[in-house]
C-alpha cells in the first residue's frame, strides 16, 4: 500500500488590481495531507486539526475534488485522505484552494500522474464551486503550480504561468468573518470606463513589473480604484494596517482573496518583519485577535513527498 | 548649420485590448522631418505632401511641440522644419503623434539630447492635445521609444517599455473618415464588470505573451469585448475583415487607434501578404477606395540622422 504527503500551499488571489484573474501562491502557511489510494470506490476523510470540517466527502471540498476524479476514471478505485489544515477556513489566503489543489494533485500522483494540470485544474474547481458557489481558479492555479497565475480565461480555461521574483509577503488575518459570498455581492455590476482604463493599466503593470522582475514597478502597480475601495469596508482597520505597511516600507498591497487577510509584499526579509510589526501595532490598537505571517513567494506548489510504510 | 533629418514612425494604439494604454510602433509608414535650428525664436514650417496642413506653428502639431521646447529653454532659440507626411492625417496609425514625437526628438537632438524621455512625451502630448483635444501618450511613447509601450499612468507619467517579438503587420486604411472625437463620443462611460474582468484578462496575457515571446498567447489575447463592439460600428466591412484575416492566419489584431485602419499581426511574412490580401478582398468587393501596408514592428523608435551641408 502506498501512501504519500502532500503539502499544499495558501494562496492570495486577486493581487489587489488583477481581480478574478491574478493569485500567487505562499511558502506558509501550508497545508499537510496524507493520502492512500484505496481499492474500491469510497472516499474516507479524517481530520487531524481543529477546524471541524465535514467528513461526508460530498460536503468536504477535498472530497469532492476525490469524488470527480473517481467518476472520471470510473472501476473500483477510492481514496483515504487524513487532513491536517493549517490554513484556516475563511482567512482569504485560500483554505478551500489548497484542499482541492492538495487532493487534485494527490490522486493524480497515486494514479501514475495521468492528468495534465488543467484537468487537475478543473478537478479542483468542484472544491471551489462546493466551498463558495463559484468554479475560479485564482487560488487553485498558483496553489498548482506555484509563484504566480493568470487566469486569462475560465472558459475556455487559458492558464499562464508568470514566473514571480523572490518577494517577500506579510499576511494578517484579523479574526473577523467575511464570507466569499457577502463580499461578492457587496460589489457594484457596473465600473466606470476610465476605472477599468486605470485597472488595466495597473494590471498590465504589475504583469509587466513580474516578468521584468522589476520590483518598483510591482509596487506603482499595486494600485485597485474599483474592488478595494468597496470591500474594503469589510475589514476594520484595513486604511490603517495599508498605510503603516507602506510607511514600514512595503512595496504595496491590499485585501487577500475577499478577505479578511490582508497581505503586502516587500523586497526583503527585514522589510517584510517591519511590516509585520506595523500590521500588529494597529490590530493590538483595535483589539481585534489577528495571526501574523511572515513568508516568501512558493515557486513549486503543491508538493508530494512519499511515505514508506514499514510493515511490523 | 547643422541640420537633421529624422524619421517618425507611424503607430498602432490600443492594441486591441489595451485602450488608452498600449502601443506599438511600425516600420512603415514613416514621416520625413528635416529640421535646423536657428538663432532667432521662431517657428518656421514648410509642407512638402500632399496634405495641406497648417503652416501657422500654432495650429501645426509640429509647430506647437517646437513652441513647447522654445518656451521651457527661453533665448533665441528657433526652429525651420520641412515635413514631409507619409502618415495619412486621420488614419488611425499616429500621424500627428509622428509630427509630434519627430518634432520633439528633433529639438532635443539639435539642443544637444538635454531633455529625457519623459520629458519628450511631455513635449510631444501637447502636439497631440492640438490635434485631438486631449493629452494622450499611446501613439507618442512607441513612436518615440520603438517596441510596444505601455502608458501605466498618464498622471504622473509612467511609461514602460515592452519589448517586442518581431511580430509581422498588416495595416489596411479604407479611405473613410471616423473623427477621433467620433470614436470617443460612442463609448459608454460605464462597462460591466464581468467585461472589464474579461478585459484585463486579456491584457495581463497580451503583456506576458509579449514579454514571453508566446505568440499563440498574443493572438488568444488579442479580444476586446468593450470598446471593439461599439467602434467597429463606424468603420465598415470590419467584421468581415476581421474573420476573413484570421482565417488567411493572423494572430489576431483589430481597430488601430480610433480607425478607420484596422491591423493585424502574423507571425511571418508569408501570412502578413496572405492577410493584406484579404483585406484588399474586403474592400474591392465593398467598392472602398483602402491602402495597405505590410511591415514590421519598429524596435528603434524616431531615428536621427545628421545631413551634411555642403558650401559652395
Redesign the interface.
Known amino acids: 500500500m502506498r501512501k504519500i504527503k502532500v503539502y499544499a500551499p495558501g494562496t492570495v488571489a486577486n493581487l489587489v488590481?488583477?481581480?478574478?484573474?491574478?493569485g500567487l501562491a505562499l511558502n506558509e502557511p501550508c497545508d499537510i495531507m496524507e493520502v492512500t489510494l484505496l481499492d474500491e470506490p469510497k472516499v474516507i476523510i479524517h481530520n487531524r486539526d481543529e477546524f471541524n470540517l465535514p467528513t461526508d466527502p460530498e460536503k468536504n471540498v477535498a472530497g469532492v475534488v476525490f469524488l470527480s476524479v473517481m467518476e472520471k476514471i470510473g472501476g473500483n478505485t477510492g481514496f483515504e485522505v487524513t487532513i491536517e489544515k493549517h490554513i484556516k477556513p475563511g482567512s482569504g489566503i485560500g483554505s478551500s484552494a489548497a484542499s482541492a489543489a492538495g487532493a487534485a494533485v494527490a490522486a493524480n500522483h497515486l494514479l501514475g500522474n495521468i492528468f495534465n494540470t488543467d484537468e487537475l485544474i478543473q478537478f479542483a474547481m468542484n472544491g471551489e464551486k462546493l466551498a463558495s458557489g463559484v468554479k475560479h481558479a485564482d487560488n487553485i492555479a498558483p496553489c498548482i503550480l506555484g509563484g504566480v497565475s493568470?487566469?486569462?480565461?475560465i472558459h475556455p480555461l487559458?492558464i499562464?504561468s508568470?514566473p514571480s521574483p523572490d518577494l517577500h509577503v506579510t499576511v494578517v488575518h484579523p479574526q473577523i468573518e467575511v464570507r466569499t459570498a457577502d463580499a461578492r455581492q457587496i460589489?457594484?455590476?457596473?465600473?466606470?470606463?476610465?476605472d477599468?482604463?486605470?485597472?488595466?493599466?495597473?494590471?498590465?503593470?504589475?504583469?509587466?513589473g513580474l516578468?521584468?522582475n522589476d520590483l518598483d514597478?510591482i509596487g506603482?502597480?499595486l494600485e485597485d480604484v474599483?474592488i478595494e475601495p468597496v470591500r474594503s469596508i469589510l475589514i476594520p482597520g484595513f486604511d490603517e494596517v495599508k498605510a503603516s505597511c507602506k510607511e514600514a516600507g512595503a512595496l504595496g498591497g491590499g485585501i487577500s482573496g475577499s478577505g479578511p487577510s490582508i497581505f503586502m509584499l516587500s523586497k526583503n526579509e527585514t522589510t517584510a518583519r517591519a511590516v509585520e510589526a506595523a500590521m500588529k501595532e494597529v490590530y493590538e490598537r483595535l483589539g481585534i485577535a489577528y495571526y501574523t505571517y511572515v513568508t516568501t513567494v512558493n515557486q513549486k506548489g503543491v508538493s508530494v513527498e512519499e511515505i514508506t510504510i514499514v510493515n511490523h
Open positions: 488590481c488583477g481581480f478574478d484573474i491574478l493568470l487566469i486569462r480565461s487559458d499562464i508568470i460589489l457594484r455590476k457596473q465600473v466606470l470606463l476610465k477599468a482604463i486605470r485597472q488595466w493599466g495597473n494590471i498590465a503593470g504589475l504583469v509587466a516578468l521584468k514597478l506603482r502597480s474599483i
